[in-house]
């Protein structure tokens, strides 16, 4: 039998080579994803909780409490916490009183009590609470108060 140069003796051998490709070209692809989104990775949700005395938003001598959770599946590190508007931040735990960096475990949660000054530094300055954290989608979430 006479074979073509590049012509595989047994036609079923051509279309093995494709899949096994496509299969490597899936694997790499995927191997890639993970480095920049790992599969287990923390998730990093804040809620509101109240401002005290309650109000619709808040202000000049209030404390607000915001609740940090970790919905993913690795262990979520807040490292850093910066506060617009001269506001004072505090955090409760199960460390408490807790330090940065704060470790927060999948499902887990910790709060954040949020003191406003009595005089604002800058009546035109937002309120804002920025974290920092190793969240790959969110590293850097910041939360209008």
């Not at 694997?27 to 809620?47: C, H, K, N």
């Not at 490292?79 to 617009?84: G, I, S, T, V």
């Amino acid at each position: 039998m006479h074979l073509n140069k590049g012509v595989s003796a047994q036609p079923w051998s051509r279309w093995a080579n494709k899949a096994a490709g496509v299969a490597l070209a899936a694997l790499l692809a995927a191997s890639v994803g993970r480095s920049f989104f790992p599969l287990r990775a923390p998730q990093i949700a804040v809620e509101v909780l109240r401002c005290s005395p309650a109000s619709a938003s808040c202000a000049a001598g209030q404390m607000a409490q915001l609740r940090v959770m970790n919905r993913g599946e690795a262990v979520l590190w807040v490292y850093q916490a910066r506060a617009a508007c001269s506001v004072a931040v505090t955090w409760d735990g199960p460390c408490s009183p807790c330090t940065l960096p704060l470790e927060v475990p999948p499902g887990g949660e910790v709060r954040v009590n949020v003191q406003f000054p009595e005089r604002p530094s800058d009546a035109t300055e937002r309120a804002t609470l920025t974290l920092y954290s190793n969240d790959p989608r969110q590293p850097a979430l910041t939360i209008e108060l």
